[in-house]
């Protein structure tokens, strides 16, 4: 059974940053692959800022399809607006269980905040959770630390932003060396962030 790291994100647009965490991750941890899951909609961003979903994903696509290891994943894309993690969990291992143990890969800064997820308590229960440093304020809940479902796993730190290289872009600065290639083509030739 493959062991499989969702890397969940609005990939707005996917980056270095991103791919060299993900990258390591199935690198240097014993994760077997990771999928890039695209979200719609998050609760908490608002959908005026995000490109059109499948064009995230065609980014995404392209920024890992040289990397047997990194997939794409629009499984969100069915689920009913606006979602949340505890439901794609449920439909990813109806839907693959047999095949792929899945776990989540997530920020530092997102497990300091993982308390206020929905049904967060199950996701603990059931998943592993995969976690990269982040520089950013506050404390890791108590309950989280040295928990055996939470790996710290020691990935560089990354502090490229999809908000920098769409505000920077859009001011006409080059930010092509922070795109994996196919991404940045895909941005250009599409007219994207101007």
């Known amino acids: 059974m493959k062991k499989v790291g969702l890397y ?9 940053g991103h791919m060299v965490i993900a990258n390591h991750m199935v ?7 990771v999928w890039f899951v695209v979200t719609p909609q998050s609760p908490f961003k608002v959908k005026k800022t995000l490109l059109d979903d499948n064009h995230r994903y065609q980014m995404v696509f392209e920024a890992t399809k040289d990397f047997t290891k990194l997939k794409p994943s629009k499984i969100e894309f069915d689920l009913p607006q606006p979602n949340y ?9 109806e839907k693959h269980g047999k095949d792929y143990n899945f776990c989540l890969i997530m920020g530092e800064d997102n497990l ?28 890791i ?6 928990h055996p ?26 930010i092509r060396t922070m795109l994996p290639d196919g991404v940045w083509d895909y941005m250009d030739e599409m007219n994207f962030y101007r």
Do not use: C
């Open 141 to 146: 809940e108590h309950q989280f630390d040295n």
């Open 149 to 174: 479902k939470v790996h710290q796993v020691k990935a560089p730190i990354m502090e490229i932003s999809s908000t920098f290289i769409r505000k920077n872009h859009k001011e006409g600065k080059n």
């Open 27 to 33: 690198e240097f941890s014993d994760l077997d692959e």
């Open 85 to 93: 993690t505890v439901n794609t969990l449920v439909h990813l291992d």
């Open 112 to 139: 300091k905040s993982f308390h206020k997820w929905k049904n967060y308590e199950a996701i603990l229960e059931g998943y592993d959770l995969y976690v990269y440093p982040r520089v950013s304020e506050g404390t």
């Open 8 to 16: 969940f994100g609005t990939f707005n647009p996917i980056h270095i």
